[in-house]
Nanobody
C-alpha cells in the first residue's frame, strides 16, 4: 500500500521551532512532495506551503516569513521548517505528495498527519 509518513510534530513553546518530515512508508516508493496543509480543531484544512508547477514556492499568508518548505530528492523526503511558532499554528499537519512505484504515479497522496501543539 502506498503511504506517506509525517514526523517531527510535538509540543513546542511559542517562539520555538520544529521541522516536519514527510517520507514514503517503504523505501521502494519514490515521492515528490507537493505541499503541506494543516487542520486545526473545528476548522477546515488549509494550505501551509506548496511547490508550484514552475518550481517556486507559495505560502499561506499566516506563515509567510516563518515557514519554509523544502525537499531532498536524494533522501526521498520533504520538509517543513517552522520557526517563530505561535499558538494559532496548533494543528494537525499533513503532507501531500505524488508517489512513484514501478512505473506508476500515485498522485495526490496524503499522510496520516502529525500534531503540532504550540503552548506554554
Amino acid at each position: 500500500q502506498v503511504q506517506l509518513v509525517e514526523s517531527g510534530g510535538g509540543l513546542v513553546q511559542p517562539g520555538g521551532s520544529l521541522r516536519l518530515s514527510c517520507a514514503a512508508s517503504r523505501s521502494i516508493f519514490r515521492i515528490n512532495v507537493v505541499g503541506w496543509y494543516r487542520q486545526a480543531p473545528g476548522k477546515e484544512r488549509e494550505l501551509v506551503a506548496i511547490f508550484t508547477s514552475g518550481g517556486s514556492t507559495k505560502y499561506g499568508d499566516s506563515v509567510k516569513g516563518r515557514f519554509t518548505i523544502s525537499r531532498d530528492n536524494a533522501k526521498n523526503t520533504g520538509y517543513l521548517q517552522m520557526n517563530s511558532l505561535k499558538p494559532e499554528d496548533t494543528a494537525v499537519y499533513y503532507c501531500n505528495a505524488n508517489v512513484y512505484y514501478n512505473g506508476v504515479v500515485y498522485s495526490d497522496r496524503w499522510g496520516q498527519g502529525t500534531l503540532v501543539t504550540v503552548s506554554l
